[in-house]
């Protein structure tokens, strides 16, 4: 079955750092990757849809200078995380769909646990 | 705009009992639905989707779920649940007046088996 990673499974870092998220699709190509933001006992929160070649789209409420998305190939796209505060800390997932695909069905990675101290 | 409802957020239940967790989403027009399921700390794993055709949809893991459109349910069953069911299931829609692009999730339901 189709694959997604996710790096770094866990970061731990100091407020005002960047931190950079990849999320790679290892056997499909993926035109299109969603990044998702969880909160402990809650649901996914679509933060942006990255599509490879051209700008993210953000969902509203999501800064966009905040949270850098770069999608630069079909397998993989990065988010990055710009001066970062303990506001920022949670569970970042990615997802992708293979291109062509005529649905939306997403493959997930296993999550980036970020702790911004 | 679209909406998915998990009527439950949690539910324990005993190994071996049935278990259903329901799901409903907000629009009747045509939608593909999905549910996935997470263990701590994991990203999501497809349980099962329903696209089209029959109503009654199987999935991995013992799981099925029926697609009801008079009533935008699409509820999850299992005859019989193990420990290892224990995890957050969620019920995801993709509107189709959206291009099917864009996936709503409702906020899970943690199921809780209990030996």
């Known amino acids: 079955g189709a694959v997604v990673s996710q790096h770094p499974s866990w970061v731990i870092c100091k407020s005002g750092t960047s931190v950079k998220i990849e999320c790679r699709s290892l056997d499909f190509q993926a035109t299109t990757m969603f990044w998702y933001r969880q909160f402990p006992k809650q649901s996914l929160m679509l933060m942006a849809t990255s599509n490879e070649g051209s700008k993210a789209t953000y969902e509203q409420g999501v800064e966009k200078d905040k949270f850098l998305i770069n999608h630069a190939s079909l397998t993989l796209s990065t988010l990055t995380v710009t001066s970062a505060h303990p506001e920022d800390s949670s569970f970042y997932i990615c997802?992708?769909?293979?291109?062509?695909?005529?649905?939306?069905?997403?493959?997930f990675g296993p999550g980036t646990r970020l702790t911004v101290l | 705009a679209q909406s998915v409802t998990q009527l439950d957020s949690q539910v324990p239940v005993f190994e071996e009992a049935p278990v259903e967790l329901r799901c409903n989403y907000s629009?009747?027009?045509?939608?593909?639905l999905f549910w996935y399921v997470q263990y701590p700390n994991q990203g999501l794993q497809l349980l099962l989707k329903?696209?089209?055709?029959?109503?009654l949809v199987k999935g991995i893991n013992g799981f099925e779920a029926e697609f009801n459109k008079s009533q935008t349910s699409f509820h999850l069953r299992k005859p019989s649940v193990h420990i290892s069911d224990t995890a957050e299931y969620f019920c995801a829609v993709s509107d189709l007046n959206t291009g099917g692009f864009k996936t709503i999730f409702g906020a899970g339901t943690r199921l809780f088996v209990k030996a």
């Open positions: 629009s009747s027009v045509s939608v593909y």
């Open positions: 997802s992708a769909r293979e291109s062509g695909a005529p649905y939306n069905e997403q493959f």
């Open positions: 329903y696209l089209s055709g029959s109503t």
